[in-house]
């Protein structure tokens, strides 16, 4: 189910363009149109959910096959060895932006540590 004022819903049902890498009749998975690395991929389900909380006990095969997906992609980029970043930011404290899940698969380069609490949290 999509969402009609949801940008990864359009990406979706290619109503806006993106560079696709991947598709199945449950997964997504796209170039980020702002890349932090030379290899930056966001694996999203179809379906809309907001956040990483919204996934329920059922949708655990869909939360693995999305990880599964990031994990191939990795290997037909030739990242495997050398090691990447699989990360969901989830909610206002984890940084998320954009709200339908989607797992960043970042790499190919070393990339720093930037994990930490903001010195004075500003929490809204
Ligand atoms: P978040 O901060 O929510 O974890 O990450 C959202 C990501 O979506 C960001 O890395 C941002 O660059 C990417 N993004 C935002 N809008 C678009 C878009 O329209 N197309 C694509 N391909 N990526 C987008
Ligand atoms: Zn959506």
């Not at 109503?15 to 149109?33: C, H, N, R, T």
């Not at 956040?51 to 990031?70: Q, S």
């Not at 969901?88 to 940084?95: C, E, H, M």
Request: hydrophobic share 40%; net charge neutral.
């Amino acid at each position: 189910m999509q969402q009609t004022d949801c940008i990864f819903c359009k990406i979706i049902q290619k109503k806006i363009p993106a560079d696709i890498v991947y598709e199945d009749s449950e997964v997504l998975a796209f170039k980020d149109a702002f890349p932090i690395a030379p290899v930056h991929i966001l694996i999203v389900p179809k379906n809309h959910f907001s956040t990483v909380n919204e996934w329920k006990e059922k949708d655990i095969p869909l939360a693995g096959k999305i990880v599964w997906i990031a994990q191939r992609i990795a290997n037909d980029l030739q990242i495997s060895a050398k090691g990447y970043k699989l990360l969901f930011r989830v909610g206002s404290d984890g940084g998320q932006e954009v709200p339908h899940i989607h797992l960043h698969l970042i790499g190919g380069a070393k990339l720093i540590e930037d994990i930490h609490p903001q010195k004075e949290p500003s929490r809204n």
